[in-house]
């Protein structure tokens, strides 16, 4: 009996993990990003360079530019490995602009599936435009530390 009540609650805890809510569903077709199944923003692919590494433009459904990401990187040495030859580490970000304020944040580098998912779980646009105090929340919370420590290690 008391196998069964302990199966019986398992699979009760089980179904109740998968029944909650996982957040919105957030999917890419071809450049639009949907929430829900319902158009939110377009994520352009702009300047493709090596693999993954490329340029967007974020642009609300009309085609008018709400942001841009731009791609950068820099590699700094790290310390030496076993055979004595320096080891290298390559950092890749992306830089924010935003179209109407100019102001700039940056946050590390995203896939464009995952950057649509961190895009809309920022809450950054609303109803096609950039929502303001987002911006400025967004901007305060990513700041622009990879330039700082890019800065730093060129000293």
Do not use: C, W
């Amino acid at each position: 009996m008391k196998k069964i009540v302990f199966i019986a609650l398992v699979a009760l805890s089980i179904s109740t993990a998968y029944a909650k809510d996982k957040g919105p569903k957030i999917e890419l077709n071809d450049d639009t990003v949907l929430v829900d199944k319902k158009p939110v923003f377009i994520l352009e692919t702009q300047n493709k360079k090596k693999g993954a590494l490329t340029d967007y433009a974020v642009k609300d459904l009309n085609g008018t530019k709400l942001l841009y990401l731009t791609i950068n990187f820099y590699s700094y040495n790290f310390g030496y490995n076993a055979s004595g030859a320096p080891s290298f580490n390559t950092v890749t970000y992306f830089e924010v602009t935003f179209s109407d304020s100019e102001q700039k944040a940056e946050f590390k580098h995203y896939r464009q599936p995952k950057l649509a998912e961190f895009l809309v779980d920022s809450g950054l646009i609303e109803s096609g435009k950039i929502a303001k105090d987002k911006e400025e929340e967004f901007i305060l919370e990513n700041g622009t530390e990879f330039s700082e420590i890019r800065k730093l290690r060129k000293q």
